[in-house]
């Protein structure tokens, strides 16, 4: 991918991919320090034994995406709730519903884990904006994809209570980097009824913010950058053990060498097989210098992907410049300004 720059004086480019700062008190990125998902409960009806919920997921992000497999949402009940049924998502383990006959509930977990429906689901266990397969896209990048919801009924509460909120509130995206905060009542959400003309409160709302700390993430960074110019043959590569070292033994499974094109067949399929190189990162990031006029100047943006058993079908790339802060024209590929960054590219 190309873009070309109205000139201004060349500066190395700073690549800020998935950095972020984390302390014993807050997890954020510096470069979306508004960013997080929230999580919403709103509770808009009663039932004899408990009540019916929807839980929305909204990604405020400006530039990261949750890509597949796709969340996973867990909490603990504070009491002896079960679910008795769900839309738009499932409970991935049912638990022991041995004291129940007729109905069965759908989840007697304490803590259970629901993940999304992917597209094909069936229209009777669908909801509204449910059923991506766990995807959320950033919001300033596509808004229309960037929130997930779906629906359950809860019981086994006494005495008509609406209970307490679920402690311990677990977001997973795929693997770890988000840290939730404690679900809160907050003032409850106006749902809109009768086609907008009738404005109807829940029962209750509790929300809970969730930040995202790379740190918490990778034990170890998960791209390097390496630069060139049409001037000078010399390429700046990433440097080595920029993400790691590699073993010193050939025979390793940590990594796969460029002559061996097979996977090892005991790998868990959720676990990156990285391409042995000197740097030994998933993703590089290439800045070629192509041409540099007295009224502009141009760069080609090179990825390459060297973890051999995932694709990245809807990657981003943040690119923190000067020269981005005045317009630029791309080529290849769409790109947007981000206000607390300067350029974005997807």
């Known amino acids: 991918m190309m873009l070309s720059l109205h000139r201004q004086l060349p500066q190395a480019v700073k690549l800020m991919l998935l950095v972020a700062f984390c302390t014993l ?8 320090p508004s960013g997080n998902i ?25 530039y990261r995406h949750v890509i597949e497999p796709g969340w996973k949402l867990g ?3 504070t009491n002896k709730e079960v679910i008795w049924s769900m839309k738009g998502a499932f409970a991935i383990d049912r638990g022991n519903c041995s004291t129940y006959t007729d109905p069965i509930p759908h989840s007697c ?27 959320l896209s950033a919001r300033a990048i596509n808004p229309m994809n960037s929130l997930s919801s779906f629906e359950l009924q809860v019981g086994n509460l006494a005495n ?40 109807v409160p829940a029962y209750r709302t509790w929300k809970s913010t969730c930040t995202y700390s790379s740190f918490l993430a990778h034990e170890s960074p998960v791209c390097c950058a390496s630069l060139s110019t049409f001037y000078n043959p010399t390429i700046t590569s990433c440097p080595s053990c920029s993400c790691g070292c590699p073993n010193a033994e050939k025979g390793t499974e940590t990594c796969i060498r460029p002559v061996d094109f097979s996977s090892p067949s005991n790998y868990d399929n959720d676990q990156e097989i990285i391409q042995c190189t000197d740097h030994m990162c998933p993703i590089r990031v ?23 058993n995932r694709n990245y079908s809807n990657w981003n790339l943040l690119v923190q410049h000067p020269g981005l802060s005045q317009p630029a024209t791309t080529y290849s590929f769409n790109s947007t300004v981000l206000p607390t960054v300067g350029f974005q590219g997807t």
């Not at 008190?25 to 979306?32: A, E, G, I, N």
């Not at 993940?115 to 689901?121: A, E, M, N, R, T």
């Not at 290439?286 to 051999?308: A, P, Q």
Request: glycine fraction near 8%.
């Open 25 to 32: 008190s807050d997890c954020y990125d510096p470069l979306d």
């Open 38 to 62: 929230t999580v919403t409960i709103d509770i808009n009806q009663r039932t004899d034994d408990g009540y019916k919920a929807r839980v929305t997921l909204q990604n405020y992000y400006q």
């Open 75 to 77: 909490w603990t009940w």
């Open 109 to 135: 977990m304490q803590n259970p884990t629901i993940v999304d429906f992917s597209s094909d689901v069936s229209e009777d266990s669908r909801t509204e904006n449910c059923c991506r397969g766990g995807l």
């Open 160 to 199: 008509d209570s609406l209970g307490h909120a679920p402690s311990s509130l677990t977001l997973m995206t795929p693997g770890p980097g988000y840290t939730c905060s404690p679900l809160i009542d907050t003032d409850p959400t106006i749902i809109p009824d009768l086609g907008g003309q009738r404005q």
């Open 286 to 308: 290439h800045w070629h210098i192509k041409n540099n006029y007295r009224d502009y100047w141009g760069v080609k943006l090179t990825i390459s992907n060297y973890v051999r």
